[in-house]
Nanobody, 126 residues
Framework: VQLQASGGGLVQPGGSLRLSCATS????????LGWFRQAPGKEREGVSC????????YYADSVKGRFTISRDYAKNTVYLQMNSLKPEDTGVYYC????????????????????WGKGTLVTVSS
């Protein structure tokens, strides 16, 4: 199982970024995937998760209405579209996955993923 996150960068407040997580070594259908972030001096938090087996998505309250998670099966890639970015969205973003059948919220809240990719840095600043 391999995960490669990309798409981070420097953006002004109110701007947008789309993160990509290229996956290999497993089938998206049977895995939960999620985006987590760690801001400087803070603990890692679950931003958004998605599962097909359970048919659910989860968004942290802080990103609801601004972020959208999606998956492209043909490309084995998961995306995180981030709009209306705020300085507090700054951090290193990681994609992660595990095989399971629980809800997306379970994986995001517990952080109980088995495989983690290297992070991509998102900086929101003017």
């Amino acid at each position: 199982v391999q995960l490669q996150a990309s798409g981070g960068g420097l953006v002004q407040p109110g701007g947008s970024l789309r993160l990509s997580c290229a996956t290999s070594g497993f089938t998206l259908d049977y895995y939960a995937l999620g985006w987590f972030r760690q801001a400087p001096g803070k603990e890692r938090e679950g931003v958004s998760c998605i599962t097909l087996s359970h048919g659910s998505t989860y968004y942290a309250d802080s990103v609801k209405g601004r972020f959208t998670i999606s998956r492209d099966y043909a490309k084995n890639t998961v995306y995180l579209q981030m709009n209306s970015l705020k300085p507090e969205d700054t951090g290193v973003y990681y994609c992660a996955t595990r095989n399971g059948y629980y809800s997306a919220s379970y994986y995001c809240v517990t952080g109980g993923m088995d495989y983690w990719g290297k992070g991509t840095l998102v900086t929101v600043s003017s």
